[in-house]
């Protein structure tokens, strides 16, 4: 039997480590929340976020709000997560951290954010988002992934 050529084993030695490495704190750079749906009288409301981005103490992204059978109630904006380097350690402990934060409307609307996310491995966990819009609490269920940026993450939106 032939054994493979040396600069396949070199180039896979080289290549190999860098896939499925969680990224440290200190590293992921990037949040992307699968889409979440919730339920509200007679109908739903689909919530879809980009990626977020880190910016010092947070991360930053763009949302989009689809309320069905109401599209007149569709809404996009800003939203702005709080989550410091101390939080960041915790879930990369696998411990459960709460976070604020806060959104912006298409129509300058303040929606208040908060919700927790619990890790079910170095880089993937569940998370709950509760955003205030007027007098209602919308509560969303959904999953989490954290990586550094330009790096190919592969989640549940992805297939």
Request: positive net charge; proline residues 4%.
């Amino acid at each position: 039997m032939r054994s493979p050529p040396l600069w396949i084993l070199i180039l896979l030695a080289v290549v190999y480590p860098a896939f499925g490495k969680p990224a440290t704190p200190t590293e992921w750079n990037r949040v992307d929340v699968d889409s979440m749906k919730t339920s509200i009288y007679v109908g739903s409301v689909k919530l879809i976020t980009t990626s977020f981005m880190r910016e010092a103490d947070s991360y930053r992204g763009t949302y989009k709000a689809k309320v069905f059978p109401w599209a007149f109630w569709n809404e996009h904006g800003s939203i702005l997560i709080t989550l410091n380097d101390e939080d960041r350690a915790k879930l990369q402990r696998g411990e459960r951290c709460a976070f604020t934060g806060e959104a912006q409307s298409h129509k300058n609307k303040a929606r208040y954010v908060t919700g927790y996310a619990d890790p079910t491995s170095a880089n993937h966990g569940k998370i709950k988002v509760r955003i205030g819009v007027d007098d209602v609490e919308l509560v969303f269920n959904g999953t989490y992934t954290l990586s550094v940026d330009g790096e190919f993450t592969i989640s549940a939106a992805n297939l």
